[in-house]
């Protein structure tokens, strides 16, 4: 299941932008954040996907929710302009951002070309 972040697990769990001005993953495998509002129809959507893959893929890649609602300051960081966004965090490199609801194929993809997880 897709754990969901405020602000404070963001910093313990992710990256401590308050800290760091370089980006600085914490985690130890590749992740997927899905930035969503509970009004958002494409966001409900895209809800079951990202429960499915933080099932199929547990153990290889964790999954969280930002509620951006809820967390407007962590919205604000990243830029989030439209929702559902994604970012995909590779272990050692940059964090890569994808706008819009993106369908199940289309993660696996992604995990496949960003994280090098093929299943």
Same mark, same amino acid.
């Given at each position: 299941?897709?754990?969901?972040?405020?602000?404070?697990?963001?910093?313990?769990?992710?990256?401590?932008?308050?800290?760091?001005?370089?980006?600085?993953?914490? =985690?130890? %495998?590749?992740?997927?954040?899905?930035?969503?509002?509970?009004?958002?129809?494409?966001?409900? @959507?895209? !809800?079951?996907? $990202?429960?499915?893959?933080?099932?199929?893929?547990?153990?290889?890649?964790?999954?969280?929710?930002?509620?951006?609602?809820?967390?407007?300051?962590?919205?604000?960081?990243? =830029?989030? %302009?439209?929702?559902?966004?994604?970012?995909?965090?590779?272990?050692?490199?940059?964090?890569? @951002?994808? !706008?819009?609801? $993106?369908?199940?194929?289309?993660?696996?993809?992604?995990?496949?070309?960003?994280?090098?997880?093929?299943?």
């Amino acid at each position: 299941m897709a754990e969901h972040l405020t602000k404070e697990t963001f910093i313990e769990k992710i990256f401590d932008y308050e800290k760091e001005t370089e980006w600085k993953y914490k =985690g130890e %495998r590749p992740a997927i954040i899905d930035f969503y509002a509970d009004w958002c129809g494409p966001c409900k @959507m895209v !809800a079951p996907v $990202i429960e499915e893959l933080s099932t199929e893929y547990k153990g290889l890649v964790d999954v969280y929710k930002i509620d951006t609602e809820d967390q407007q300051e962590l919205a604000g960081v990243f =830029g989030i %302009r439209s929702i559902p966004s994604l970012l995909f965090i590779p272990v050692g490199a940059q964090p890569q @951002m994808a !706008a819009g609801a $993106i369908p199940k194929d289309g993660f696996i993809r992604a995990f496949e070309d960003i994280f090098g997880i093929k299943k």
